[in-house]
C-alpha cells in the first residue's frame, strides 16, 4: 500500500508539472525598430567635419529628412519602399530633394539600399549581442554588426526613447586608422542617432603613432523631428 500510495503521489507531483507553464524570457520585436509606412518622415540635425592634414578641419551641418514614400514590389518579389531624402542647410530654409534610397523587411532582417548598396541594418529577432555580416547581400567584403544595449533607454537632447538597440557596425582603432560606425533605432520609430568616424592618421615619419589625422571624416546624426505626413 505504501508503495501505491508513493506512485499516486508521484504521478500527481507529474501532473502538476505538466500543467506548469514554463516561464520564458520576453522576444525583443524586430520590425517595430524599423517602421516602413508611407508617410512617415524623420528629421535629423547633421554635424559633418572634414579632416586634411595640410590644413584646419571644416564643419558642415545642415538638416536631412526621410520621408517613407509609397511601397513597390522589388526584383526579388518582396515589398519594398521608396526613401525620398531631401536636405536644407538651417530649420528656416526650403527643403531640395536630395536622393532616392529604399528598405524592406524580410521575416529576419531589416535592409537598407544605400547609394544602391544593400545592407542588412538589424536581424531579427532583435537580441542582445547578436552578430551578423551587414554585407551579405552586396560585394563587399565581410563586415561584422552587433547589437549592444537592446530595449535600453536613450537620450538626445531633451528627447528620450524608452527602448532602443544600439548596433555597433564597426568599433577599431590602429596606428594608423580609426573606423567607428554606430547606429540607434528606437522601437516604433526607427533610426534616432548615427556616428561615422573614419579617419587615417599619419603613418609616417615623426607623426607615427600620435594619432594626427591625415584625412577623414566625422558625421553625427540627431533626430530633432518626427511624424507622418
Known amino acids: 500500500m505504501r508503495y501505491i500510495s508513493a506512485c499516486i503521489v508521484g504521478l500527481g507531483s507529474v501532473a502538476l508539472l505538466?500543467?506548469?507553464?514554463?516561464?520564458?524570457?520576453?522576444?525583443?520585436?524586430?520590425?517595430?525598430?524599423?517602421?516602413?509606412?508611407?508617410?512617415?518622415?524623420?528629421?535629423?540635425?547633421?554635424?559633418?567635419q572634414r579632416y586634411s592634414l595640410t590644413a584646419a578641419p571644416t564643419t558642415t551641418t545642415y538638416q536631412l529628412k526621410e520621408t517613407v514614400g509609397n511601397s513597390y514590389t522589388d526584383?526579388?518579389?518582396?515589398?519594398?519602399?521608396?526613401?525620398?531624402?531631401?536636405?536644407?542647410?538651417?530649420?528656416?530654409?526650403?527643403?531640395?530633394?536630395?536622393?532616392?534610397?529604399?528598405?524592406?523587411?524580410?521575416?529576419?532582417?531589416?535592409?537598407?539600399?544605400?547609394?544602391?548598396?544593400?545592407?542588412?541594418?538589424?536581424?531579427?529577432?532583435?537580441?542582445?549581442?547578436?552578430?551578423?555580416?551587414?554585407?551579405?547581400?552586396?560585394?563587399?567584403?565581410?563586415?561584422?554588426?552587433?547589437?549592444?544595449?537592446?530595449?535600453?533607454?536613450?537620450?538626445?537632447?531633451?528627447?528620450?526613447?524608452?527602448?532602443t538597440v544600439q548596433v555597433v557596425q564597426q568599433d577599431d582603432s590602429t596606428l594608423v586608422s580609426r573606423d567607428k560606425r554606430v547606429e540607434v533605432y528606437a522601437r516604433q520609430l526607427g533610426l534616432v542617432y548615427k556616428e561615422r568616424a573614419q579617419f587615417h592618421y599619419c603613418s609616417t615619419g615623426a607623426c607615427l603613432g600620435k594619432a594626427q589625422i591625415d584625412f577623414g571624416v566625422r558625421q553625427v546624426f540627431r533626430l530633432v523631428a518626427y511624424g507622418k505626413e
Open 75 to 163: 526584383v526579388t518579389g518582396q515589398t519594398a519602399y521608396r526613401l525620398q531624402r531631401y536636405r536644407r542647410a538651417t530649420a528656416a530654409a526650403t527643403w531640395t530633394p536630395d536622393s532616392l534610397w529604399t528598405a524592406r523587411l524580410t521575416d529576419r532582417a531589416a535592409i537598407r539600399t544605400e547609394n544602391g548598396v544593400d545592407f542588412v541594418k538589424l536581424q531579427f529577432p532583435v537580441q542582445e549581442r547578436d552578430r551578423w555580416n551587414g554585407n551579405q547581400f552586396n560585394q563587399y567584403d565581410d563586415d561584422q554588426y552587433q547589437t549592444r544595449q537592446v530595449r535600453q533607454p536613450y537620450t538626445i537632447g531633451s528627447q528620450s526613447f524608452d527602448e
Open 18 to 48: 505538466g500543467c506548469t507553464t514554463p516561464t520564458t524570457e520576453p522576444v525583443s520585436l524586430g520590425p517595430d525598430f524599423m517602421p516602413l509606412e508611407t508617410g512617415r518622415f524623420i528629421v535629423y540635425d547633421v554635424t559633418e
